[in-house]
């Protein structure tokens, strides 16, 4: 069983960064592509970021072109999200899952999370 362990959230100011990271378990991290999806208050979660399984392509929802980066590192087992620019719309729990290019299908379970909340 795969184990997914967020970290990285917080409260920063609008226009500010955070790096997240997820670090997994098992030596499979490598054969699957990796995305990150949010869910805020209220709403459905929602895909972000995805990576492909060798981390040569990306792909993100239109709200974070330009702003946030997906990249992996398979030696660690780790995938992160560097989100710049942050707006309060960001605001969100944050996950990262298994997944299948473009990261629609998705395999094993959801972690706990990371908060992050864009507020002045």
């Known amino acids: 069983q795969v184990q997914l362990v967020e970290s990285g959230g917080g409260l920063v100011q609008p226009g500010g960064s955070l790096r997240l990271s997820c670090a997994a378990s098992?030596?499979?991290?490598?054969?699957?592509?990796m995305s990150w999806y949010r869910q805020a208050p209220g709403k459905e979660r929602e895909l972000v970021a995805t990576?492909?399984?060798?981390?040569?392509?990306?792909k993100y929802t239109d709200s974070v072109k330009g702003r946030f980066t997906i990249s992996r590192d398979n030696a660690k087992n780790t995938v992160y999200l560097q989100m710049n620019s942050l707006k309060p719309e960001d605001t969100a729990v944050y996950y990262c899952?298994?997944?299948?290019?473009?990261?629609?299908?998705?395999?094993?379970?959801w972690g706990q999370g990371t908060q992050i909340t864009v507020s002045s």
């Open positions: 098992a030596i499979t991290f490598s054969s699957y592509a």
């Open positions: 899952i298994r997944s299948r290019w473009p990261g629609t299908i998705l395999f094993g379970s």
């Open positions: 990576i492909t399984s060798a981390g040569d392509s990306t």
